[in-house]
């Protein structure tokens, strides 16, 4: 085995399948990555109607589908049964894999069988936990505490495993007393100018509704308790009285997206918000490029990679301490976990909205810590020093 690899990725989502969060621009462009870097990499990862095997910018998907019966746990279930189905014929077709890559816990059923029957061994990405995606609390239904069980098994059978943050790793060692020597932390990462797009940010307004020239705090991503858009709605009065013209978008789909419209109407300021649901991705990055101010008002936030978004876009980016990469008032704003300092945090922002020097120190943290060259080549020095082990 020389120091390229055959590499089996395993994913419930990517961007040529179904894309759910933010797992899915993880796993395609660190593949494609890794693709560049000499590796064969291959996509376990669910169908959606498309072509069971297709060839993406060098990288090897092999769609499958399960059945949609029961909660999320059978269905990952069903869908782990096929992963392994599939595996073997693409073994047969392509010859031995040298490790496999399994990304949060739903396709853990699949690479541990997979390591038991053949001595393959897996690494294991923790992209959140449970505990965090439930707001830093413990569920106490079957479902959690399912998927937390999974998700301290993988960290006891992968061979190493990888945290895209400080902040995850103390999480997951707190959680599932996973020894320091078996992790590796190696960040998101994102293509330079994926986001980034001239557009008249006047015109992207006026096409939702709102004045050209009143400035814009963009919240993107799942409406759930953990990602705190309540937590901004409700610090959305204290805003309007220091800035009266002030609009917020909320761009996601969500359990909190019914409260905190009502919270909205309830507190007579649906006027200054809009409330999009899901969007296509050109429009969500006509959104980035056009708002004033990208506000990440997250309960948990295992890295944030909205973040590097806003930071591909030139945006000025508010957010709560959850999100630690940020480093306060060099390359964004961070404010504490309730709606008072939230409002504070945007009013700064606010008073001195020609300031580029916080968006300037994000783009050159784009091109230089997290470009996915760079954590390609420390995703493969993982890779070779726990085959060497």
Partial sequence: MGNNLK???????????????????????????????????????????????????????????HSLSGGIVQQMDSMCDSMYSRFLDVTKEYGKFDILHAHDWHPFNAVSR????????????????????????????????????REWKAGY??????????????????????????ISIIPNGIFHGKIKKDVDAGEVKNRFGIHPLAPVVLFIGRMSYQKGPDLLVEAIPEVIDHRWDTKFVFIGEGEMRPPCEALANAEKISDNCHFLGYVD???????????????????????????LEGWDAERTIVATDAVQIINNFVDGILVYKNPNSIAWGINYVLDDLSNSSMRKAGKELIETRYNWINIAENTSEAYLNALKN
């Fill in 157 to 182: 059978e992968s061979v190493k495993v990888i945290s895209t943050s400080q902040q995850l790793t103390d999480e997951i060692k707190f959680l599932y007393q996973i020894p320091d020597k078996k």
């Fill in 114 to 149: 997979i390591k038991y029957e053949f001595g393959i061994p897996f690494m294991f990405t923790y992209h959140s936990t449970e505990w965090g995606r439930n707001g830093n609390i413990h569920g106490n239904w079957w479902e959690a505490e399912e998927i937390s069980h």
């Fill in 281 to 307: 991705d050109e429009t969500a990055r006509d959104w980035i490029n056009a708002c004033d101010i990208l506000c990440i008002p997250s309960r948990n936030e295992p890295f944030g990679i909205v973040v």
């Fill in 7 to 65: 590499i089996g990725m395993f994913s419930w989502e990517s961007l040529h399948s179904i894309k759910v969060g933010g797992i899915a621009p993880h796993v395609s462009e660190l593949a494609e990555a890794l693709a560049k870097t000499g590796h064969s990499v291959h996509i376990f990862t669910r169908n959606n109607g498309l072509e069971p095997y297709g060839e993406v910018n060098g990288v090897h998907y092999h769609r499958v589908d």
